[in-house]
């Protein structure tokens, strides 16, 4: 293969061009990367290692995990808590904050991650992935608590997710731009294959979980109506729709070609304002998106703008190519 620069190597390569990469983050990406071939090793196992189905019991946000949640959840936390690059993590499958054993030292940095994204789809051997946002831990913590966890997402040094799908690839930021990297089977490293990832500013394709429309509020109902609306409607062009269910597959399908990704406000259920996870999922997309060329918002504001006031905080979710976003915000106002 001729491109071989690996993903530590770019790490190095932008550290030396003056980035503001340190050693631990450096160390900190090597781990999660580690994390993300061991499920990398599973999902594409399956049924041979028996992984798949349920695990049968439920997460603090009331999600049924499967077995491939918990195992991938505990691999996040073995390949990175002993290395002393976080000072502590939270993921979307455990009740609390994640406190580093003491044995292990302690790092400059916290981790947020959803281990497996879109996990209604592995039993059906569609797209799944993992997602991990990592800000510094703030000055003076060693021990943090969950109020050092509740940080806007504008604090993130580095956002990024693993696709576990026809390829396994990583998408990673680190505030200069959006890179990929293409798991190479052959010798298990990660492989720079994608340089200056950028999201069209135009798109004719939408994603949203229609079944969901009768809840939504005025501002996506018009939205939406105008791009089923295609040629005989008020856009003038015809629009094209796709829901993976799972969200890494859908950003990945905007960085690659454009479209807009919405989980808005809906009234299904008047405890969550959105189904999505701030800490998990809305920030580190946000990020990737945004230095992408997109934008990223909840309709009413910038989604890494959102002061977090829960860990599992969920928030709606507007995402993708800049001129479609921008019109559905108008519509809010
Ligand atoms: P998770 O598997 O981590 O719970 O996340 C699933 C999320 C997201 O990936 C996807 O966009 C959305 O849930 C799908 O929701 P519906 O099942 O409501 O379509
Ligand atoms: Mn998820
Ligand atoms: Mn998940």
């Known amino acids: 293969m001729e491109n071989t620069i690996t993903l530590k190597q770019h790490l190095i390569a932008e550290q030396r061009a003056g980035q503001a990469i340190d050693a631990h983050l450096i160390d900190l990406l090597d781990d999660v990367g580690s994390a993300c071939k061991e499920i990398h090793d599973a999902t594409s196992h399956g049924a041979l290692y028996d992984v798949l189905g349920s695990a049968d019991v439920e997460n603090v946000q009331g999600e049924v995990q499967k077995k491939l949640d918990v195992m991938s959840n505990e691999m996040f936390i073995r390949r990175t808590e002993a290395s002393g690059n976080l000072a502590g993590m939270a993921s979307e499958e455990e009740d609390d904050v994640y406190s580093i054993p003491s044995e292990h030292p302690r790092g400059p940095y916290l981790m947020y991650f959803d281990p497996l994204d879109g996990s209604s789809n592995i039993d059906v051997n569609i797209t799944v992935g993992s997602i991990f946002s990592i800000v510094k831990c703030p000055e003076g913590v060693t021990d943090p608590k969950l109020k050092d966890y509740l940080i806007p ?3 993130q040094v580095c956002a990024g997710f693993t696709l576990y799908g026809p390829s396994t690839l990583m998408i990673l930021t680190t505030g200069n731009g959006v890179v990929g990297f293409t798991l190479d089977p052959g010798t298990g490293e990660f492989k720079l294959t994608h340089e ?9 394709e939408f994603a949203v979980n229609m079944s969901n429309q009768r809840f939504w509020e005025a501002p996506v109902q018009k939205y939406v109506q105008e791009c089923m609306d295609g040629v005989t409607g ?13 969200m890494v597959g859908e950003v990945f ?21 959105g189904k999505l996870r701030l800490m998990y999922e809305a920030n580190p997309m946000s990020f990737i998106v945004e230095q992408a060329g997109g934008v990223s918002s909840t309709g009413r504001g910038r989604i890494m703008e959102v002061t977090p006031d829960a860990i599992h905080q969920r ?4 995402l993708g190519s800049k001129n479609e976003v921008n019109r559905l915000i108008s519509y809010h106002k």
């Open 153 to 155: 997402g504008t604090e």
């Open 234 to 246: 008020e856009r003038d062009k015809n629009f094209n729709m796709r829901w993976v269910a799972s």
């Open 196 to 204: 200056n990832i950028t999201i069209p500013d135009d798109t004719s």
């Open 253 to 273: 399908r905007i960085l690659t070609r454009g479209g807009i990704f919405l989980y808005p406000f809906d009234t299904k259920d008047a405890a969550k304002p």
């Open 315 to 318: 928030v709606p979710v507007i």
